[in-house]
Every structure is written in C-alpha cells, then in structure tokens.
T-cell receptor
Framework: DTGVSQDPRHKITKRGQNVTFRCDPISEHNRLYWYRQTLGQGPEFLTY????????KSRLLSDRFSAERPKGSFSTLEIQRTEQGDSAMYLCASSSSQEYEQYFGPGTRLTVT | DAKTTQPTSMDCAEGRAANLPCNHS???????VYWYRQIHSQGPQYIIHGLKNNETNEMASLIITEDRKSSTLILPHATLRDTAVYYC?????????????FGTGTRLTIIP
C-alpha cells in the first residue's frame, strides 16, 4: 500500500487554459474526495465519490470544474478556462465506507499566471 | 456541523506536552470531535477522534469536557516533527467518510 498519490505535484498554466489532475486512491478504498486549499486556509471540500458515483458537490465546484471517477478507481479533476482565483493546492483523499479516517495525498499545487 | 474555535498559533518546547484547545460550544449530542494535522507541504493526517470519553492512541490523547463544549488534544512529548497546523473538526459520524469542514486550525511550533 503506497498511499494516495496525485499527479502532477505542481502545475503552472496560463489563464484560460484547461488543466486536469489525477488522483489514485488506496486500492481498496471505495470513497474518494477532492478538496481545495488556498494559502493560510484549511482545506475546503469540493466533491466526493462512492465507487464511480459522485454523491455530493460543493457550491465551490463551478461549472468550469468537473470530476470523474471511471470504474471507481482513479479520479480526475478538470478545470476549464482557468482563472487566477483557481490558484490553490488541490488535495485528494480516500477512505472505505466503514472507516473513520480519510487518507490524504500530497496535493497538486496549481498556479495560474 | 458545529463550528469550532481554535487559537491561531501556539509554541511548545521540545519534549514537553503540547496541549491544543478547541471550543465547540454548539456541538450536538451525536457529533464527534476529530483532529487532523497538516505538516508543511503535505496533505492532512488523521490523529484521533472521540464522542464523549477521553481517547488515547499512539499519537495523542483527546480530552473532551463533560459538557462536550470543548476539548484538548495532547501530544505528550512533542518533537520537532510535530510542528504543523492542527485542525479540530466536529463531525456527525463515527465514520469520517463524508465531507470534512476544516477551519483555519492552530499553527503549533515546537521550539528546540
């Protein structure tokens, strides 16, 4: 078990470009979460999946954001037409249905110039 | 979920016990208290959680007052590696497998 992994770890993009991040959860975990964290703030919930079903989405997840989890394994988070306000750390976490702990990955740091 | 209040920052000498307070005066009877920490440039890490009894694990102890309106996370022998932001989260389930609502946490600095 290598833990939750995220790719890339850092991404610099120009405003208006699309970006996609990947998260690979711990293999037996059926729940997967995305959070966003800006400087000096705690992580903010974006969305979560149980298997391939997206069960909840935050109001923070505007229509420029889309998340998928095909086949209930890895997940992708896409941001279209990036804006400078999208600059943040994007964190992924996973857990099993009967577990009290969420396991977080190292995050993808996005910088929009 | 109930709102929590934590001090913005704290210092603790290496080797001493670090006591991190959290107020959650609006907590309801079925809400749990969770603690996570985030070391610089890493994702948050679960520490401990409890409902009303005190809890202890290999990382820390959690003391919850009888009225459940506040709690204290205790790191018994703080090391430099305990320098991190500590988040107190009140959560409706014993299974922390839905969305977590983080505040701004307490920045704990361990002083050599």
């Amino acid at each position: 078990d290598t833990g939750v992994s995220q790719d890339p770890r850092h991404k610099i993009t120009k405003r208006g470009q699309n970006v996609t991040f990947r998260c690979d959860p711990i293999s037996e975990h059926n729940r997967l979460y995305w959070y966003r964290q800006t400087l000096g703030q705690g992580p903010e919930f974006l969305t979560y999946f149980q298997n391939e079903a997206q069960l909840e989405k935050s109001r923070l997840l505007s229509d420029r954001f889309s998340a998928e989890r095909p086949k209930g394994s890895f997940s992708t988070l896409e941001i279209q037409r990036t804006e400078q306000g999208d600059s943040a750390m994007y964190l992924c976490a996973s857990s099993s249905s009967q577990e009290y702990e969420q396991y977080f990955g190292p995050g993808t740091r996005l910088t929009v110039t | 979920d109930a709102k929590t209040t934590q001090p913005t920052s704290m210092d603790c000498a290496e080797g001493r016990a670090a006591n991190l307070p959290c107020n959650h005066s609006t907590i309801s009877g079925n809400e749990y208290v969770y603690w996570y920490r985030q070391i610089h440039s890493q994702g948050p890490q679960y520490i401990i959680h409890g409902l009303k009894n005190n809890e202890t694990n290999e990382m820390a102890s959690l003391i919850i007052t009888e009225d459940r309106k506040s709690s204290t996370l205790i790191l018994p022998h703080a090391t430099l590696r305990d320098t991190a932001v500590y988040y107190c989260i009140v959560y409706i389930s014993n299974f922390g497998n839905e969305k977590l609502t983080f505040g701004t946490g307490t920045r704990l600095t361990i002083i050599p």
